[in-house]
């Protein structure tokens, strides 16, 4: 029994409102069924801190972070702050939990529910059977590379953004996607751009080094304009891809919509291994790589399933709680398999219903699931 378990929960902005609260009911349903107790505490993050608080990461919210076992992230940003100065647009509450947390590995499952396969815009033969995971590295590269800025040059302007990586960067990524990939189908694919960008150049020669320890699982290095084709061509030749900060970024996002919607995608944005557990780690931040929407915010039609999916990783890398994440897995397949879909996802034959009836399926489900030894 895991008992207090301290969850930091930050809604943020547009659907994320809509979309943490069904992910919260799900965790408590399990709290409840495997005798496990959640202690939820909300903060205020993103364009909802920025109006109340002038700054997307406001000290109390990085407080409340930092005492939590792991942090449940909604999606923050939209159009109302895009005109902002860089350093205070919603998006750098991200990246500002990620540094402060030390979340430098972030894990982006995709997977091919196969009543989805109709979702996804590609031909069936192609997707069926997709099951990869992308190791991004989260903390480093262009993202966070200095100097960095918008500064006079000559007669005009000039962009310059720093894409840099130590080894010690990288190989600490490396060694969390070897890991990833050594309980997987032990295939790794780096991806790198190492025949135009000596920082990858480096990239690759740390991931050959760090291979040395993991002989047991199959290295290969593909540059990241051939990995995009290659995903699409054939996705299911990758098991587990690792790469840097913007090129995971983009990959995954493509990924993502080989399965049908960006709506049913989790993601762990994750730091070094605990002590106690060898396969669980000291913080974890739990969000769905989908963004804000507003566009769609407040109608009742956003997809919850990424964010409940989250939760199910959750417990899975953040606690070491197997039984309880595919309970929640096998609740969201379940409730997909009965034809059951948000408007994202809706297709002929299938059940159209809105945000909150979805989580209160997928709570049902769960209620249904028997225990063993219960």
Known sequence: MADNIKVAVFPGDGIGREIIPQAVAVLEVVGRKFGHQFNFKSGIVGGAAIDQFGEPLPEETLRLAEDADAVLLGAVGGPKWEGMDY??????????????????AN???????????????????VIDGIDLMVVRELTGGIYFGKPRGIEKFGQEERGVNTLVYTTSEVER?????????????KKLTSVDKANVLEVTELWRKVVISVHKDYPDVELSHMYVDNCAMQLIRNPKQFDVLVTTNMFGDILSDAAAMLTGSIGMLPSASMGGQ??????GYVKGMYEPIHGSAPDIAGRDIANPL????????????SFGLEKEACAIDDAVFNVLEEGYRTPDIFSEGTQKIGTKEMGDQVVARLKEWKVVGS
């Open 87 to 104: 350093a205070i647009r919603p998006e750098r509450a991200l990246l500002g939990l990620r540094e402060k947390l030390g979340l430098f």
């Open 173 to 185: 990524i490396a060694r969390v996607a070897f890991e990833v990939a050594r309980k997987r189908r």
């Open 274 to 279: 605990t002590d106690k557990d060898p396969h």
């Open 107 to 125: 894990l982006r499952p995709a997977i091919l529910y196969p009543m989805m396969a109709d979702a996804s815009t590609l031909k069936r033969e």
């Open 306 to 317: 990424a964010t409940i999916l989250s939760a199910a990783m959750m417990l899975r890398y």
